[in-house]
């Protein structure tokens, strides 16, 4: 019986018989202390918490993978403090806060916004040697509706900076903070890496896929329209210049924009034309978890920066079932799907991946740059240079 000559090795190109297991780019993607990104991050005010979230009943955070403490005192400061009290351990989460500070339940040291050690009511005359007690703290500040926190090393503490886009608010409309994983919906805090979802923003393309075909028309119908894009750098990050040439002969430019290290300004989806008017920090909860922080202008009565968006059949992404979620996927389920953090080393990027990759590469150079003592893109020390400006935006009928 004659036999067939088979190419084994073409036949079982591909296998994933004895795959070698994938990796992540840690440097690009854990976040503790000591950590390239994580030092990098600590070198920006990053927001941990929205303004009405800081009271006078201790709160439990997570940032960077650090667990921390936010109160405000009575006399309206805010503060950032370590949990394990620096007397005996206790957690501050159980104190009580009062117009000096946070006052620990097991012997009552009082800690003010600062660390500083006020009061020792079990040691003669209050503690006369209070001073010497400091309870590990971080600086915090109210700004945009958010809490910023500076969690980086004290020398080199920058200012604040101002965002232009959120500078013009008029006699009927405020600055709003809102905290949300995903515009789709779903817990507050994701369960992936912070970068997957980040960098996002410069993924133009997905737009046209996922959010036109495989999730249904999410957004107006210019957004359908396959982009040019063209992608390149700014003073502080990667912008994404879209142009959509329409039916009607007009043309729909678009422009995404993110600044290193995690900050995105993404317009609107639905149509609201011009600049953007809000920003957004995506902050790494710890190397498998991120949260986003959102400032926006709104009107004087608005509750939420932007209402849900409707999924399938009318649905929000909490009323869906796991089917549905899974037959009409969107952001949530294309970033968390990726894993907890995604593995590099099994990507195979292309053309339309441009934009992240010159993102991934200026964060690289941001990491040499704090490697070597220097300051980061973005950082300032000087109240008047210390303004965050977005080109971002929604401009119809454009002229190319």
């Known amino acids: 019986m004659e036999t067939t000559s088979v190419d084994t090795n ?20 854990e976040v503790g202390q000591g950590t390239p990104m994580g030092e990098l991050l600590r070198r920006y005010w990053q927001p941990v918490a929205l303004a009405r979230d800081a009271t006078t ?14 109160f405000r005192d009575k006399s309206g400061r805010p503060g950032l403090v370590h949990p394990r009290c620096a007397h005996r351990g206790t957690s501050l989460y159980y104190g009580k806060v009062e117009e000096r500070g946070i006052r620990c339940c097991y012997h009552g040291w009082l800690f003010d916004v600062e660390g500083h050690c006020v009061e020792q009511p ?4 209050g503690g006369a040697h209070r001073d010497k007690v400091r309870q590990p703290w971080y600086p915090v500040r109210d700004a945009y509706d958010l809490v910023f926190a500076y969690m980086g090393p004290p020398e080199k503490m920058p200012v604040l900076p101002r965002v232009d886009a959120l500078e013009g608010a008029g006699p009927d409309q405020k600055i709003l903070g809102e905290q949300k994983a995903f515009a789709s919906g779903g817990p507050a805090i994701a369960d992936c890496n912070w970068l997957q979802y980040f960098e996002n923003a410069l993924d133009t393309f997905h737009v046209a896929v996922l959010h036109s075909n495989f999730s249904g028309l999410q957004f107006i119908p210019e957004m359908a329209v396959m982009p040019e894009v063209k992608w390149s750098l700014t003073a502080g990050g990667v912008k994404a210049t879209q142009h959509r040439q329409l039916d009607d002969g007009k043309l729909f430019l678009r422009v995404t924009e993110v600044l290193s290290p995690n900050v995105r300004s993404v317009p609107d989806a639905f149509g609201k034309k011009g600049p953007v008017d809000r920003i957004e920090w995506t902050l790494p909860v710890d190397d498998t978890h991120f949260t986003t922080f959102t400032a926006g202008v709104v009107a004087k009565d608005a509750t939420v920066i932007r209402e849900r968006r409707v999924l399938h059949n009318g649905k929000l992404w909490e009323d869906m079932t796991e089917e549905e979620r899974r037959l009409f996927p969107d952001d949530r389920e294309a970033q968390v799907g990726q894993g907890p953090i995604t593995l590099h080393s099994d990507e195979h990027l292309a053309t339309s991946d441009q ?12 990491l040499a740059t704090v490697a070597e003592g220097k300051d980061p893109l973005g950082v300032w020390f000087n109240e008047a240079e210390a303004v965050i ?6 401009f119809f009928d454009a002229q190319l």
Request: charged fraction near 25%.
């Open 389 to 394: 400006r977005l080109e971002a935006g929604n």
């Open 355 to 366: 934009g992240l990759v010159m993102f991934r590469r200026l964060l690289q150079r941001q």
């Open 57 to 70: 009943t201790p709160k439990l955070i997570r940032a960077l993978g650090e667990e921390l403490i936010l």
């Open 10 to 29: 073409r036949l079982h190109s591909g296998s994933l018989y004895k795959r070698p297991p994938g990796t992540h780019n840690a440097t690009l993607t």
């Open 122 to 125: 079990c040691e003669p005359g």
